[in-house]
Nanobody
Framework: QVQLVESGGGLVQAGGSLRLSCAAS????????MGWYRQAPGKQRESVAT???????NYADSVKGRFTISRDNAKNTVYLEMNSLKPDDTAVYYC???????????WGQGMQVTVSS
């Protein structure tokens, strides 16, 4: 079974930075998409950023210019560098991995990111 383990969440002041990491293990098809989603209390889960194994990225409008997603294909690890953090970024952040026409879909455990004003 595929497993995703996240690290790097925590509390940070507005304007600060955090780096999230997610390492996937198991039987993983090498052509895939990894990304980060977040969910704030009372809100729906939303996509923050995704990156394909070929390096194609996609960002939510709210984080463009502030967040950078990257990956290490050899390690099946995805990173999210978050800069200029705002209180509105406060949420539980989930790592995601998917591939194939059947859309195999795996999730990390979730990490709290809290940005104080």
């Amino acid at each position: 079974q595929v497993q995703l383990v996240e690290s790097g969440g925590g509390l940070v002041q507005a304007g600060g930075s955090l780096r999230l990491s997610c390492a996937a293990s198991g039987s993983i098809f090498r052509i895939n998409v990894m990304g980060w989603y977040r969910q704030a209390p009372g809100k729906q889960r939303e996509s923050v950023a995704t990156i394909t194994s070929g390096g194609i990225t996609n960002y939510a409008d709210s984080v463009k210019g502030r967040f950078t997603i990257s990956r290490d294909n050899a390690k099946n690890t995805v990173y999210l560098e978050m800069n200029s953090l705002k209180p509105d970024d406060t949420a539980v952040y989930y790592c995601n991995l998917k591939w194939g026409t059947a859309l195999r879909d795996y999730w990390g455990q979730g990490m709290q990111v809290t940005v104080s004003s």
